[in-house]
């Protein structure tokens, strides 16, 4: 069983920063894709960013130029740096780790962006 632990939610007014951390506590597994999801109550989850095995990333249009996806360089951890924060960006975040095709979820951890 994969377990991811996130970090890293909390308060911020608007214009500020956060960093959000996820890691699991298995070693030596390959991680296909790591993300992060967010949801506000009653909507649905949705992609903010994620990082492929390669590299390569891929980020939401309403994030691109303020947030920041990386991992570290066993590739078992993610981090989401989040800057110029808005009230819009206020819910719940999830770290998401693709493996063997099968998707495993943090518990989420709450953002909220006050104006």
């Known amino acids: 069983q994969v377990q991811l632990t996130e970090s890293g939610g909390g308060w911020v007014q608007a214009g500020g920063s956060l960093r959000l951390s996820c890691t699991t506590s298995?070693?030596?597994?390959?991680?296909?894709?790591m993300g992060w999801y967010r949801q506000v109550a009653g909507q649905q989850r949705e992609l903010v960013a994620s990082?492929?095995?390669?590299?390569?990333?891929n980020l939401a249009d309403s994030v691109k130029d303020r947030f920041t996806i990386s991992r570290n360089k066993l590739r078992d951890s993610v981090y989401l740096q989040m800057n110029s924060l808005k009230p819009e960006d206020t819910a719940v975040y999830y770290c998401?780790?693709?493996?063997?095709?099968?998707?495993?979820w943090g518990q989420g951890t709450q953002v909220t962006v006050s104006s």
């Open positions: 298995r070693t030596a597994l390959r991680i296909d894709r």
């Open positions: 990082i492929n095995f390669d590299g390569s990333t």
């Open positions: 998401n780790y693709v493996i063997l095709r099968r998707d495993y």
